[in-house]
């Protein structure tokens, strides 16, 4: 048993009910491992989990994902040791100086790649990753509309629809995001707090509907999302940082040309080892050669947990936002 320092939700609601405290953690059990944590990322989903947009049973500890270096392991775990370097996502409770994960949820970090950054690369990072090789695998001369372009997600998208040759329609709220959304590839850039006719303005620049839509906005972009797709191309809606988007007249998939929809998360193109593994090793690796930037755009003591998210639900970060155990 030993002590450990984490973020708390005590209730469903704004942010202040987060509590970072002191308690006891046990020895890791049969199949886990106990890392000393060096980040954890700070992403939409810690907000949805704390307003109960996704209903948790409270108190628990917030975060999905971290790195850092295992200090224990529990009985019957044999492909992870002491001292390794490892990361995960998809694992709650990350956001602690130390904690006890299941083996089979951490993957080793490559040497060269800082633990900050492997902690900021992993859940944006496998969330782009799946976006654009499986839930719309973009081809070479593919169209891709991105909002919120400078965002955590958005600034992978941007770079692995690139990378697959594709070409990238981004949007964000303010120039500046997309600067940093040209500088990563990004062709095409409009700022959606400028336009009126944001659908009018993604077709002009594209000189054609897009062939996909990767939407994490949600309620404020769908319906221009959906205007913006050519017949039977891909509407993904994968999050909501703007507010879920309400009830949906299926009808309207006719109208718009043979539209395809999907809501995806992470949670089931990594539910594999192996997928999972493949994933990170992707993501990682890029990250290691230098051809994945991670733009770490704000690094906060534990203990300021809620001014983090008060950043990112208030639109005025870019990049990944993440905590670590001391200023
Ligand atoms: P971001 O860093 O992208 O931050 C959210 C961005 O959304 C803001 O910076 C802002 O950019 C834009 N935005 C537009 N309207 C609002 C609003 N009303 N309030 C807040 N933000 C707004 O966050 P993440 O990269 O962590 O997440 C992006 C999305 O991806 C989220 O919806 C998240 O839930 C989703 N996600 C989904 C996953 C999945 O598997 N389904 C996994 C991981 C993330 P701007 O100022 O440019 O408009």
């Given at each position: 048993m030993i002590r450990a320092t984490s973020v708390f939700v005590?209730?469903?609601?704004?942010?202040?009910v987060l509590q970072v405290r002191d308690h006891d953690l046990p020895d890791p059990a049969e199949g886990e491992v106990q890392v000393e944590v060096a980040a954890a990322g700070v992403n939409f989903i810690d907000v949805y989990k704390r307003q109960g947009v996704y209903p948790v049973p409270t108190p628990f500890v917030l975060g999905e994902e971290g790195a850092g270096t295992v200090t224990a392991v529990g009985p019957g775990v044999g492909d992870v040791a002491v001292g390794d370097r490892v990361a995960w996502c998809q694992?709650?409770?990350?956001?602690?100086?130390v904690v006890n994960k299941p083996a089979r949820l951490v993957v080793p970090v490559p040497d060269g790649v800082d633990l900050e950054v492997a902690a900021a690369a992993m859940l944006q990072g496998l969330t782009a990753h799946y976006l654009v090789t499986s839930t719309y695998a973009v081809k070479p001369g593919d169209v891709a509309l991105v909002h919120a372009a400078a965002g955590g997600v958005g600034q992978l998208l941007v770079q692995m629809v690139t990378a697959r040759g594709g070409v990238v329609v981004a949007t964000a709220g303010s120039d500046e995001k997309l600067d940093i959304a040209k500088s990563l590839g990004a062709q095409h850039l409009i700022n959606y707090s400028t336009v009126d006719d944001l659908a009018g303005a993604v077709r002009r620049a594209a000189g054609r509907g897009v062939d996909v839509a990767y939407d994490g906005?949600?309620?404020?972009t769908f319906d221009a999302s959906l205007a913006s797709l050519r017949p039977r191309g891909m509407m993904v809606l994968?999050?909501?940082?703007?507010g879920q988007v309400p009830?949906?007249?299926?009808q309207r998939l006719n109208s718009g040309g043979s539209l395809f929809l999907t809501r995806p998360t992470l949670a089931h193109y990594v539910a594999e080892r192996e997928e999972y593994e493949w994933r990170a090793g992707e993501v990682l690796g890029a990250v290691a050669d230098g051809s994945l930037k991670i733009d770490v755009g704000g690094r906060y003591p534990l203990t300021e947990a809620a001014t983090a998210y008060e950043a990112l639900e208030g639109r005025r970060t870019t990049g990944k936002l993440i905590l670590v155990p001391t200023a």
């Open positions: 005590s209730e469903p609601g704004d942010r202040s694992a709650s409770g990350s956001e602690s100086t906005v949600g309620k404020s994968f999050g909501g940082a703007s009830p949906f007249d299926i």
